[in-house]
């Protein structure tokens, strides 16, 4: 349904992030699309829609091929394994029909999928990015995954050495449908990454790691971000590149957000600052021997704010991506960031930042 006319939100400042579309996706889809999510590394990005996930070429901005045949409803959620070559490409699509099917690209050109079960909904999910650094420690190595589901809950999954997915957490915080989210992509030295949520709450949260150096366990704990929305938060994206977050939903507004140290005078040990994490600092049992100045804390503001991005229509995905259509410079092709939007509309609309 579409929503009632609404005012961008007033951000208190002058606007320093602005959005000019370009030309859409082909062909369009014709009905409602989900999710849109680009490929790591390659020039692709996979969308959600029916009971299918299409890939379209960044190159071209047309359809590069199809999934279909692998769900019995709509296609909620897609996202790309990470840290694989060109030939072992695999996705992993969650449903309405409360399965989530993995899709690996084999030689004969065509994808094959496999079915993890789910008590729910399968609102979004997520491949926690690969950090060396961190690999192997407890129950939250690099190689897990996080789902969201209509329970308000976040859960974290691990397979184990049985090649069977166990739930290892269970993150809870939001109140109302966790419909989206998304790992750090590039996190500072050896911290965990954190996790961002968003909700029909109209609020986006942030989930770190709390660790205990000396067991392989830990938990994540939340803190309340941002709430620039008058609707549900559909859906969020964190840019590897800017580490700039934008966000959308419901209300029809494109929001883009930065990051900002805060300037502090707190001081705390080496070990204390490496688990220094959104103004949570997990103290030790060191005291103050070997201290080192760090921020307590960080600030996220609103950069710029666009208003009806898909005209009366409701959002229902933004993402960052890299440009390589005619319209961007060569010499940027590859480099330059832009967003892409994703309607009730059936429109995949790539937005220039400026």
Not at 97 to 126: F, I, M, N, P, Q
Not at 135 to 159: K, P
Request: charged fraction near 25%; proline fraction near 6%.
């Amino acid at each position: 349904m579409p929503p009632a006319d609404t005012e961008s939100p007033s951000t208190g400042a002058t606007s320093a992030v602005k959005l000019t579309a370009l030309t859409p996706f082909k062909p369009e889809l014709y009905d409602r699309a989900w999710q849109s999510i680009p490929h790591p590394t390659l020039p692709l990005i996979a969308t959600a829609h029916e009971k299918s996930t299409t890939v379209f070429s960044l190159s071209t901005l047309t359809s590069h091929s199809t999934l279909s045949g692998g769900h019995t409803r709509s296609v909620r959620s897609v996202a790309w394994k990470p840290n694989l070559s060109p030939h072992k490409l695999c996705l992993v699509s969650g449903s309405f029909d409360s399965t989530a099917g993995l899709w690996r690209w084999e030689e004969e050109r065509k994808a094959t999928g496999d079915d993890l079960e789910h008590d729910g909904d399968v609102k979004a999910v997520a491949w926690c990015p690969d950090n060396t650094a961190r690999s192997g420690r407890g129950r939250y190595s690099s190689d897990v995954l996080a789902s969201a589901s209509y329970d308000d809950t976040v859960r974290i999954w691990r397979e184990d050495g049985d090649g069977e997915w166990v739930c290892v957490a269970v993150l809870e915080g939001h109140a109302g449908t966790v419909w989206g989210l998304q790992w750090e992509p590039a996190p500072e030295g050896t911290r965990f990454p954190r996790l961002l949520t968003w909700s029909a709450d109209q609020t986006l949260r942030l989930w770190t790691l709390k660790e205990d150096d000396d067991e392989d366990e830990g938990e994540m704990r939340r803190r309340n971000m941002l709430g620039a929305h008058t609707r549900d938060v559909y859906s969020a994206s964190w840019s590897a590149d800017s580490a700039r977050i934008a966000s959308t939903g419901s209300d029809g507004v494109i929001v883009v957000y930065g990051e900002e140290p805060a300037a502090t005078n707190i001081e705390t040990s080496p070990d204390e600052a490496t688990v220094e994490l959104d103004g949570d600092v997990q103290m030790g049992n060191n005291g103050n021997a070997g201290r080192a100045k760090a921020p307590a804390s960080t600030t996220w503001k609103v950069l710029g704010t666009t208003g009806h991005g898909h005209g009366p229509f409701e959002i229902n995905h933004v993402t960052w991506c890299k440009r390589y259509d005619m319209e961007c410079a060569p010499e940027r092709r590859g480099v330059e960031e832009m967003l892409v939007t994703t309607g009730d509309d059936g429109v995949v609309r790539p937005w220039q930042v400026s």
